[in-house]
């Protein structure tokens, strides 16, 4: 393995994640849950063979980021923090607001340099406009192109991304495309400042949920 000859994974280090949280205790996200126990089983079974492959970080709560608010707050210091009062706008824009279920269809395995996930695609038009209606009252944290995606694990050990690609083929995998059962919309806060290992700066997956919204 050579990255520095080719495009290798990125293992988040602990300084840039101390940078990141500031201090600040937790993270808010909205995001899509799902309960279907076959779907979860499939998953977990699928996020395994990829962790023993490539020692990629284990995933607990399976989940499809909507929209990441940023760090809670009672005033807003930072440009990525959200105060309450911003949240409590958010939460009464969905109340007021007609929600329909989304249609989720899982169409693949892939990975980029952060993590291995499940593409998606959606045959309703819901996720464009709740995000369109949170992004109304503050913009996004962070400023990236929106994908859809179901994240199966994040990197703690330096791979080629031509690696990781070709052991992915290898694994046995389900038939795509997979139709999404039913989900439901939540906001969590994530603990920011707690690393899932020592030597890896990412949050841990376990979160607290603040919102629930089973309309969806």
């Known amino acids: 393995m050579s990255c520095s000859r080719e495009p290798c994974t990125h293992i988040a280090d602990i300084t840039t994640f101390e940078n990141w949280h500031k201090g600040r205790k937790y993270y808010g996200v909205w995001m899509y849950r799902f309960d279907d126990a076959s779907l979860i089983s499939l998953l977990s079974q699928l996020a395994t063979s990829i962790s023993i492959a490539l020692t990629t ?38 109340k007021t607001c007609s929600l329909t279920a989304p249609h989720f269809v899982i169409t693949g395995l892939t990975a980029n340099a952060y993590n291995v996930y ?7 038009d819901v996720t464009t406009q709740l995000r369109h209606k949170l992004a109304a009252t503050q913009g996004e944290i962070p400023y990236t192109p929106y994908v859809l995606h179901i994240t199966l694990g994040n990197y703690w050990k330096k791979h080629t ?19 999404l059962p039913s989900c439901w919309l939540e906001f969590v806060a994530l603990k920011a400042t707690i690393p899932i290992r020592p030597d890896v700066g990412l949050c841990h997956d376990h979160f607290i949920t603040l919102y629930r919204d089973k309309r969806v």
């Open 118 to 124: 499940l593409t998606l695609t959606e045959t309703s």
């Open 57 to 94: 970080l284990p995933i607990h709560n399976f989940h499809i980021t909507l929209f990441a608010s940023g760090f809670l707050s009672l005033s807003k210091n930072y440009d990525d923090d959200i105060s309450f009062t911003t949240l409590r706008r958010q939460i009464n824009v969905l």
């Open 161 to 179: 991304l031509a690696h990781v690609i070709t052991t992915l083929s290898t694994l046995p995998l389900p038939t795509f495309p997979i139709i």
